[in-house]
């Protein structure tokens, strides 16, 4: 009895790991620090991933940030490249809907998306920081793949930040903390410019004292009209912000539409349409045009 129950057990943990296992295979992540990064020394817990009662891989344990690329076909590439942080309080990643389906469906429309796993300071027991250690995460995920644009067929002036919640937070801040790189850093890599091109922020926690400037990246922002004041009002207050420091911005607010929709087969209406005005937006902003560098 009790081997026929261990038997079903790890039959029922297995078919919970295939798709982890399979989507592994199919985009395999890149580590933004190959050796460790800063301030994760001594962290070796591997990563932990549940799945929600809707069927969502939620992560969490995060020691090894790492950005895994969803690459259009040469055929189909525009140039463009979003660098995607999912949410989840700064306590896990829901990783599905503000990741990977997000990432395939931008790369089915030409624009290369990466899925960053960004550390988390909200954990139980962590000791990271957003501003220290999420946001750093994000400066490096831009760093690496505009050191690798000819490898990953991208504009390496076209590189974008987005965001959902808690990862808003994390892309809004890498909006306005940037530098141009170091001339003479050791490490490659920060010899490369953090500076996003644009971003793309959803129903976003907006960093506290945020500053707006003329220099800010442009850009374009959602969120539900249902959603809780700090997001559904707080939002249109970011955006206002924008354009008072003539800034390039545009909102969409979905009314009856609360907080967290992503991109998930069950948004129906205007909603669901969000990633077509995205690229809408994109197209106008001149960030599709394939082969201009």
């Given at each position: 009895m009790f081997a026929t129950r261990l038997r079903n057990t790890l039959l029922c943990i297995g078919s919970l790991l295939l798709p982890v296992?399979?989507?592994?295979?199919?985009?395999?992540?890149?580590?933004?620090?190959?050796?460790?990064?800063?301030?994760?020394?001594?962290?070796?817990?591997?990563?932990?991933?549940?799945?929600?009662?809707?069927?969502?891989?939620?992560?969490?344990?995060?020691?090894?940030?790492?950005?895994?690329?969803?690459?259009?076909?040469?055929?189909?590439?525009?140039?463009?490249?979003?660098?995607?942080?999912?949410?989840?309080?700064?306590?896990?990643?829901?990783?599905?809907?503000?990741?990977?389906?997000?990432?395939?469906?931008?790369?089915?429309?030409?624009?290369?998306?990466?899925?960053?796993?960004?550390?988390?300071?909200?954990?139980?027991?962590?000791?990271?920081?957003?501003?220290?250690?999420?946001?750093?995460?994000?400066?490096?995920?831009?760093?690496?793949?505009?050191?690798?644009?000819?490898?990953?067929?991208?504009?390496p002036n076209r590189i974008g930040v987005m965001g959902f919640s808690a990862g808003g937070e994390v892309a809004a801040l890498a909006g306005t903390h940037y530098d141009s790189g170091m001339e003479n850093a050791a490490d490659p890599l920060d010899r490369q410019s953090?500076?996003?091109?644009?971003?793309?922020?959803?129903?976003?926690?907006?960093?506290?004292?945020?500053?707006?400037?003329?220099?800010?990246?442009?850009?374009?922002?959602?969120c539900g009209g249902d959603d809780r004041p700090e997001f559904s009002q707080g939002l249109p207050k970011l955006y206002l912000e924008f354009k008072q420091a003539g800034v390039s911005a545009e909102l969409h607010v979905y009314a009856g539409v609360g907080h967290g929709f992503g991109m998930r087969s069950t948004n129906t209406g205007p909603v669901a349409e969000w990633p077509s005005r995205l690229l809408e937006w994109m197209g106008a902003m001149g960030l599709l045009k394939a082969g201009s560098k």
């Open positions: 296992v399979s989507f592994a295979a199919e985009h395999p992540p890149v580590f933004l620090w190959p050796h460790g990064a800063p301030g994760s020394e001594g962290k070796t817990a591997p990563e932990a991933v549940r799945l929600s009662p809707g069927g969502d891989h939620v992560i969490s344990s995060i020691h090894r940030p790492s950005i895994t690329p969803y690459l259009p076909v040469r055929g189909l590439a525009t140039g463009a490249a979003i660098i995607i942080a999912p949410g989840g309080g700064h306590r896990e990643l829901w990783i599905d809907h503000e990741g990977y389906r997000v990432a395939q469906w931008l790369s089915e429309h030409g624009v290369a998306a990466f899925v960053l796993k960004y550390r988390l300071a909200h954990e139980e027991g962590s000791t990271y920081t957003v501003e220290g250690d999420s946001l750093r995460d994000m400066q490096r995920a831009i760093r690496l793949v505009r050191s690798r644009a000819e490898v990953f067929g991208v504009d953090s500076r996003p091109a644009f971003q793309a922020l959803f129903y976003p926690a907006i960093p506290q004292d945020i500053k707006i400037s003329k220099d800010t990246p442009p850009a374009f922002l959602l």
